[in-house]
């Protein structure tokens, strides 16, 4: 039985925690939590270019994520390999995020917003929507997926459940001190960002922290829609 950890991230591909999450995951690692992420599918479709087949991106990608967690302090990365752009909401898919919970028992977790005005990666919905779905109720209850029971995963009530990319804000997380761990796991995804300095990535990425860092005490911030857990 793996031993449980304080916060879950249920990413929907390789690096989308890292443009969501990865300042706020580093400050949590730094002070000591323990952080797994989830990556439900093998980004295998993520490329422009025509001479990439899907396995050796699925292949490459899967290193790239395991170097930002690494970077970033993540406990532990775990890859279900959903293939790109064909996720489901199923009993499945959803039974395995029932699963992990119960396994890491996690306080907080962390995802995708489940929807965006007008355009929001399908995958992303889905992952979110699952995601939901497992904290609540199926995670807490007993007589959800009983056969769990069988193999020892007790009920779990996860606290609170952080939501990046939402449009209606109310949480932010000052990653003044972890920016630059956060742009250099975001750099790990070399197939998807270029190293090149002349992309601007930085600056772009400096820029959009400081926006929503507005009104607080401190220059940068992640933003989620925050949700408590109370039953």
Request: proline letters at 5%; charged letters at 30%.
């Amino acid at each position: 039985m793996s031993k449980p950890a304080q916060v879950m991230v249920v990413t929907p591909h390789p690096d989308d925690a890292e443009f969501g999450v990865a300042g706020t995951v580093a400050r949590w690692t730094g002070e000591g939590k323990d952080v797994i992420y989830v990556v439900c599918t093998n980004g295998d479709k993520g490329t422009n270019d025509t001479n990439m087949k899907p396995d050796e991106l699925a292949r490459i990608r899967e290193q790239e994520q395991l170097a930002a967690a690494k970077l970033l302090g993540v406990k532990e990365v775990v890859f279900l390999r959903y293939p790109d752009q064909a996720l489901e909401d199923t009993p499945e898919f959803r039974k395995e995020i029932v699963r992990l919970i119960r396994m890491y028992r996690p306080e907080i977790v962390i995802t995708a917003a489940p929807s965006r005005r007008y355009i929001w990666h399908r995958d992303h919905r889905i992952t979110s929507r699952v995601t939901l779905d497992a904290v609540f109720p199926y995670a807490r209850d007993f007589l959800a997926y009983p056969d769990l029971l069988e193999q020892g995963l007790q009920p779990h009530k996860v606290k609170e459940v952080l939501l990046w990319g939402a449009e209606e804000l109310n949480y932010r997380s000052n990653i003044t001190d972890t920016f630059d761990i956060k742009i250099a796991a975001l750099r790990c995804h070399k197939s998807q960002i270029s190293d090149n300095p002349s992309t601007g990535l930085e600056e772009r990425m400096r820029e959009r922290h400081k926006m929503l860092a507005e009104g607080e005490d401190y220059e940068l911030a992640e933003a989620f829609h925050r949700v408590e857990i109370r039953w």
